[in-house]
């Protein structure tokens, strides 16, 4: 399929699954920044413990275990093995957003501190950011953010514990509960009727207003994007463990929910410089709001709306309509690849997944579950990867499942009956 014909399926919202013509070899390769982000979440981690005690029994590591999926791949016929990244159960923040987002706060939040002698360098004691006199430093400063809900919940709350003044823009598809969840810990919540790609445009023009602001970039935060690519080094680490081979004849295959794509970018960068060729990553966006797929087909970085969708989806953490240029050139050459998910086909897979494993996640975050089966349907149509072809049975196929902790009961009730009713409608 060439660029125009792809335009046509992604306008025409029909789901599909798009190969990257721009995928290059890659070896695995020390990456400085990766190992920075690292060093420092490392470094926080006693802090965290003492700001967050449900992290004191983890040492203050935000991290989330990895789960086989007996049940649902047996439903899914799928070969290899299955497995679910369940970041959807991250301590805090309750999503994805956790790694990159306290990464950059603390980023920030540890620059202050040594510019004001608070910390001597950065082998001293980050406890002493939990101390009055750096609630007070930090008070007379403002972090500003735009998003769609889950990012907002990670800032806010790491920033509002802290003692920042915290501001979380949030756009129309914002879910009411996770602007009241904000509101609760003392965090400003500015509404926006508008999408994504406005509020965005409003935090980045009120944070500038303020001379102490520090606006959070969503669109454009390499802070955001090494936080994320941590998860790799996490992942890797997990998989030794549990004594998962991953080489080229035993490909790991990762299956992601985009929205802006920091975080799937971030986590492809960073598996991608561990595990080279051996990787192969997708990314998975709702067929209303297809934004990186676009931004990888075309430089110029289109919005959805350009090509006549409305970016209206019920899965509000991918509801965006323009993609993040920066991650989109940066992980041009990285990702193998991205397919698109009709809303009925999310709350299905939710279903499915909580009543095969009794896992709840939110429908954003059920995006990856069908990519395993649309992989190998690919593959079969000799679409894809040719090696990959004669090596799923020895493949390990990750889900990520990244958000949906936080989401109150009766939330998730409506989400279940939705999607029993779409697992009738459709198979
Ligand atoms: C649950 C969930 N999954 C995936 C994503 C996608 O992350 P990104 O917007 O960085 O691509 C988000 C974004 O908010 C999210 O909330």
């Known amino acids: 399929m060439n660029g125009n014909s792809v335009k046509q399926q992604l306008a025409a919202a029909n789901p599909l699954f798009w190969h990257n013509p721009a995928l290059m070899p890659c070896s695995p390769a020390a990456d400085a920044e990766l ?4 060093a420092r979440l490392e470094r926080c981690a006693p802090l965290l413990a003492e700001l967050f005690p449900e992290l004191a029994s983890d040492g203050g590591l935000i991290e989330s275990p990895l789960l086989e999926l007996p ?14 990244k369940a970041d959807h159960a991250l301590p ?7 790694r990159g987002g306290f990464h950059e706060v603390l980023c920030h939040a540890e620059q202050l501190a040594l510019s004001a002698g608070l910390l001597h360098d950065t082998d001293d004691d980050y406890r002493r950011l939990a101390s009055d006199e750096a609630r007070r430093l930090f008070a007379g400063h403002s972090l500003v953010v735009a998003s769609t809900g889950n990012l907002g919940l990670s800032i806010g709350m790491i920033g509002a514990t802290l003692g920042f003044r915290t501001r979380v823009h949030m756009s129309n598809d914002a879910k009411e509960w996770k ?17 994504y790609s406005a509020a965005v445009a409003a ?8 001379p102490k602001g520090y606006f959070v970039d969503d669109e454009n935060s390499p802070r955001l994007f090494f936080g994320y690519a941590v998860a790799a080094l996490r992942l890797q680490r997990q998989l030794a463990s549990a004594g998962i081979r991953v080489d080229s004849d035993h490909p790991l295959l990762v299956y992601i929910p985009c929205g802006v794509g920091g975080a799937p970018g971030g986590i492809c960068y960073g598996l991608r410089r561990l595990f080279g060729d051996a990787v192969h990553c997708y990314f998975a966006e709702p067929v209303a709001a297809p934004s990186v797929l676009l931004g990888l087909l075309d430089p110029s970085v289109p919005s959805v709306y350009d090509i006549g969708l409305d970016c209206c ?63 190998m349907h690919e593959l079969s149509a ?11 049975e020895q493949a390990t196929h990750i889900v990520w499942s990244t958000g949906g902790r936080l989401v109150p009961d009766n939330e998730f009730e409506k989400f279940l009956k939705r999607g029993k009713t779409a697992s009738k409608e459709i198979n």
């Open 203 to 210: 935090g980045r023009a009120a944070a500038i207003e303020d």
């Open 35 to 38: 190992e920075a982000a690292a």
């Open 71 to 84: 049940t649902l791949q047996r439903l899914l016929g799928i070969s290899g093995r299955l497995l679910l």
């Open 179 to 195: 602007k009241q969840r904000l509101r609760d810990r003392g965090v400003e919540v500015i509404e926006h009727d508008s999408d």
């Open 382 to 392: 000799k679409q894809g990867p040719a090696h990959l072809h004669d090596r799923m």
């Open 92 to 98: 805090i923040a309750g999503s994805v957003k956790a």
């Open 313 to 375: 989806t019920e899965a509000d953490g991918l509801a965006v309509g323009r993609a993040s240029e920066w991650v989109c050139e940066t992980i041009r050459s990285d990702v193998d690849g991205v397919f698109t998910v009709s809303d009925e086909s999310l709350f299905r897979d939710l279903f499915q997944l909580y009543r095969s494993e009794n896992l709840a996640v939110e429908p954003s975050a059920a995006a990856g579950i069908q990519g395993p089966a649309r992989l």
